[in-house]
């Protein structure tokens, strides 16, 4: 798990995932065999798939597929940046 938290730490921080997203909607299904948008490795067709389908209106349209795990980590993530940022 700390390579995946290191992984996804490294695709915020270089603007690769977002980290305030806006979105009601999250799926989750068996995998098409796509990429995971957190660790970027395959998630295996008898491996379930989380999408999270962002729509803002602005930039952070589209959709992210995850791992369960790196949807964990990356939600983590990105409520620990927030508190950061609300902290300063």
Same mark, same amino acid.
């Given at each position: 798990?700390?390579? /995946? +938290?290191?992984?996804?730490?490294?695709? &915020?921080?270089?603007?690769?995932?977002?980290? +305030?997203?806006?979105?009601? #909607? %999250?799926?989750?299904? #068996?995998?098409?065999? =796509?990429? %995971?948008?957190? %660790?970027?490795?395959? &998630?295996?067709?008898?491996?379930? /798939?989380?999408?999270? *389908?962002?729509?803002? =209106?602005?930039?952070?349209?589209g959709s992210l597929v995850f791992h369960r795990q790196c949807?964990? &980590?990356w939600l983590t993530e990105c409520q620990r940046r927030e508190?950061? *940022?609300?902290?300063?």
């Amino acid at each position: 798990m700390d390579a /995946e +938290r290191r992984a996804i730490r490294q695709r &915020i921080d270089a603007g690769q995932l977002p980290v +305030r997203v806006r979105t009601d #909607k %999250c799926w989750a299904g #068996k995998s098409g065999g =796509g990429r %995971c948008s957190g %660790c970027d490795e395959l &998630i295996q067709a008898d491996d379930n /798939e989380y999408e999270v *389908v962002m729509d803002d =209106g602005g930039e952070t349209s589209g959709s992210l597929v995850f791992h369960r795990q790196c949807l964990d &980590i990356w939600l983590t993530e990105c409520q620990r940046r927030e508190q950061s *940022v609300s902290n300063d």
